[in-house]
């Protein structure tokens, strides 16, 4: 099994950038996808980015698109989300994420491990 642990969230102005970080401990997997989800008051959890840890392919909701890239560090276990050019309705709870296959999806469904959260507040 793997644990997941973001941080790196705090309160922005719009325009402004984070770095939020997940670091994963446990039972360590080639063949995974790690992703970024958040998740807004009153609204489902969406889809942010995702990579596969291996082939460090990438892959971006339309909405975060040119702002936001994901990487990972694979010597330290580590998934980061940078965020550029932050918005108002950036504005969410975000989660990492990992699933057992190395083969990304957007419904947070086909993730089995969950971070706890890190609050992202982007103020205008």
């Known amino acids: 099994q793997v644990q997941l642990v973001e941080s790196g969230g705090g309160l922005v102005q719009a325009g402004g950038s984070l770095r939020l970080s997940c670091t994963a401990s446990?039972?360590?997997?080639?063949?995974?996808?790690m992703g970024w989800f958040r998740q807004a008051p009153g609204k489902e959890r969406e889809f942010v980015a995702a990579?596969?840890?291996?082939?460090?392919?990438?892959y971006y909701a339309d909405s975060v698109k040119g702002r936001f890239t994901i990487s990972r560090d694979i010597a330290k276990n580590t998934v980061y989300l940078q965020m550029n050019s932050l918005k108002s309705e950036d504005t969410a709870v975000y989660y990492c994420?990992?699933?057992?296959?190395?083969?990304?999806?957007?419904?947070?469904?086909?993730?089995?491990?969950w971070g706890q959260g890190t609050q992202v507040t982007v103020s205008s």
């Open positions: 994420a990992a699933r057992g296959l190395a083969v990304i999806a957007t419904s947070p469904f086909n993730y089995q491990y």
């Open positions: 990579i596969s840890w291996s082939g460090g392919n990438t």
């Open positions: 446990g039972r360590t997997f080639s063949s995974i996808t």
